[in-house]
């Protein structure tokens, strides 16, 4: 009995025709990285902090802002991660900063609060996605 395994013409195209494709990706750009953190960042102390809520406009003038800078450097807005590597070690990393900078591992709410506070006073990309809602 034979061990190789015989994938048949079909498979072989397919196969053939992903290769291209795998190639052509190219590293997630930083800034895509520190949009998506600033987004999740700030969803994530919206939804820990009742006194901060995401700034919906703000989104959507990053977003399309973001959407912008990616179709110039050629990626597909409409699905920019098909034409980049697995980010996933950049967006755990930047996303560890972020705690670290606030010692928000195990926070509570008056320190998640104070994060968002300080991110909106230091004018950051996660702060300017950020409002403060009235009480």
Known sequence: ????INLGPLATVAILAALPAMAETRPMPDYFVSALVA???AQALALSCSELS???VAIVKASEA?????????FDPN???AGMDNGEAKLGAAQQVF???H???GATGDAVCAA???EMSEETEIGALLVEVPP
């Not at 009995?1 to 190789?4: A, E, H, L």
């Not at 973001?66 to 050629?74: H, P, R, S």
């Open 39 to 41: 987004t999740s960042a």
């Open 79 to 81: 699905d920019p991660s």
């Open 66 to 74: 973001l959407f912008d800078k990616l179709e110039a450097d050629g």
């Open 116 to 118: 968002g506070r300080a």
């Open 103 to 105: 010692q928000l591992d």
């Open 1 to 4: 009995m034979s061990s190789v």
């Open 54 to 56: 995401v700034d919906p």
């Open 99 to 101: 705690m670290d900078n």
